[in-house]
């Protein structure tokens, strides 16, 4: 098949495009910026902004299928932004799907759409959504999830994955924030991280987008519906920080700050940033607390079930190739932060740029 994969330059992007390259697809990423695949894989680039209709749809015509991964992601940034790329993007992807006789689209969504503050302990996909989201990234993705499974069933068959707590080599997001607290001494366990949290590896959620999309088309058995997707091996918050900053060569996190505290300092330090215009993002927010002080475990077997989706990396495995990976990136860097740039993450992790 020719799939389009928005978001090829970004981690989980990057991964799915790898995925498809080697299951023999042509594939075809967009981006805003440049992925740095390898040349081997031979992913055509599409540069252009989700928000962008007409760019959308020029990119999707031609396509047999389009896994949309794209995302503006993270806990902390202006509301606007989550909105117009993530709402308005899926949007225009949907449209030009639809537009173009595109026939499957696999989107890439989040158990954050389901997340309203409290614990998510074994839940499977009939838990509803909330009605108050704590973050605009949520919120914004929760809308996004709806638009896709709503588009027509007879044109479109679509599939919503919601992978939890992507990690590996390459991560952006979750381990250079954790490594800069912990150098910055700043890393504590709110409520002492004792809250269950599963996650999945990289390639992992990446395979599970390749079954999805060789399982879908209008009216097939996933189409219509979400799947989270994890390990289905929950552990604690404390557990899950520590193995990741051992990864990265740091001592464990011990100290534990009571969450009521740590939520406050969000309170202060969101909107400080905001009136001062820091660059970045405040140390500790409040999304990040309730993100963290609350469980995050969920059924997969529905997953498991329908889109055959069984992790193919242990946790130990996982963590010994995320080890070798970031003391190749630290030794390449010489000490310049690890997994900033975006969108070389999954090239320079696996060392192919
Ligand atoms: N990482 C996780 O733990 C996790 C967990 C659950 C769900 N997800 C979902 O997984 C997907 C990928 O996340 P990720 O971790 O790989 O994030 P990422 O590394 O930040 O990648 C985001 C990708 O989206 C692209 N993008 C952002 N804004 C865009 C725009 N306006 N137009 C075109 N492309 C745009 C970025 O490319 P450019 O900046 O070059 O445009 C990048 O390729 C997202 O949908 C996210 O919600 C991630």
């Known amino acids: 098949m020719r799939v389009l994969v928005t978001g090829a330059s970004g981690f989980l992007g990057g991964a799915v495009c790898a995925r498809l390259a080697a299951a ?16 081997a894989l031979a992913v055509r680039q599409h540069l252009a902004d989700v928000r962008d209709a007409d760019a959308v749809a020029a990119a999707v015509s031609g396509c047999d299928a389009v896994v949309h991964c794209a995302a503006r992601a993270g806990l902390w940034g202006p509301p606007d932004e989550f909105r117009s790329v993530n709402v308005t993007g899926t949007r225009n992807v949907v449209a ?3 537009r173009h006789g595109v026939p499957r689209l696999v989107h890439t969504s989040t158990p954050s759409v389901v997340f309203g503050g409290g614990d998510l302990a074994g839940i499977d996909e009939s838990h509803p959504y909330p009605r108050r989201h704590t973050t605009p990234y949520a919120r914004s993705k929760a809308v996004a999830e709806r638009l896709v499974l709503a588009a027509d069933p007879a044109r479109l068959g679509t599939v919503a994955l919601r992978p939890h707590l992507v990690w590996g080599p390459g991560d952006p997001h979750f381990l250079p924030r954790i490594v800069r607290r912990a150098r910055g001494g700043l890393l504590r366990l709110p409520g002492g991280g004792r809250k269950l949290t599963d996650t999945v590896y990289v390639d992992d959620a990446a395979d599970a987008h390749v079954r999805a999309l060789a399982l879908l088309a209008p009216g097939a058995p996933p189409a219509g519906r979400a799947y989270f997707v994890s390990q289905g091996e929950p552990r604690t918050v404390r557990d899950c920080l520590n193995s990741l900053l051992a990864a990265a ?3 464990p996190v011990e100290r534990s700050v009571p969450p009521v505290l740590v939520r406050a300092a969000g309170a202060v330090l969101e909107p400080a940033h905001r009136v001062l215009r820091l660059p970045g993002e405040p140390v500790v927010t409040r999304g990040l607390v309730d993100y963290l002080c609350t469980a995050h475990w969920f059924d997969v077997s529905a997953a498991r079930r329908d889109l055959g989706h069984v992790p193919g990396v242990s ?3 996982g963590l010994r190739r995320t080890a070798e990976a970031y003391a190749r ?14 969108g070389t993450a999954y090239g320079r992790a696996t060392g192919t740029r």
């Open 329 to 342: 990136a630290r030794g390449r860097a010489r000490g310049a932060a690890y997994g900033t740039g975006r």
């Open 249 to 251: 060569g740091l001592p």
């Open 24 to 39: 023999g697809h042509e594939v075809h990423g967009l981006s805003r910026t440049p992925h740095a695949l390898p040349d």
């Open 315 to 317: 946790t130990e495995e």
């Open 96 to 98: 030009a799907c639809l």
